[in-house]
């Protein structure tokens, strides 16, 4: 049975990360999508609601009984190891994304050796999107009902609501 990883602070979930997370059902027997706890990132959700909002927009898929996801906190190399996966996915959008993303490879090739790296693109559709796009357009006002599961958009409609500002 093959198992992969697909790490991330999911900061929010976007319609790319579930791309992500389709594509790689096609190519192992099990994904965990495992959402980082401490990634040393100041993030706009809190764990909790990061880890919610997958669970929810997973379940909603027909590919559900092969995705599970998970909570975790330390080297993605450890979980790698602890799960026995066989591959750790990484997303790539851009060329720019590659030399950083290529690095964490090499590291984790060094602290996992039987867990290989595998690196997939999102749909064509969702190449320009990224959590910090999406962040940015929710909080000056823009839709992003498009962008990410509806959890997540009803979430920054209440969160901004409360906080965000207004269109004048």
Partial sequence: MSRAVYPGTFDPVTNGHMSLIERAT?????VVVAVSMNSGKDTFFDFQERLQFLEKAVKKK???HTVTVVGFEGL??????EL?????IRGLRAVSDFEYEFQMALMNRKLARETETVF???????VYLSSTIVKDVAINGGDISDL????VKKAFDKRLGR???KRR
């Fill in 76 to 81: 993605l190399a450890d979980l790698a190891k």
């Fill in 163 to 165: 906080t965000g500002r």
């Fill in 62 to 64: 027909a590919y559900n």
């Fill in 26 to 30: 096609h190519l192992f027997d099990e």
């Fill in 84 to 88: 026995k996966a066989t591959a750790i």
């Fill in 148 to 151: 990410v599961p509806p959890e």
């Fill in 120 to 126: 997939l693109m999102p749909a064509l559709s969702w």
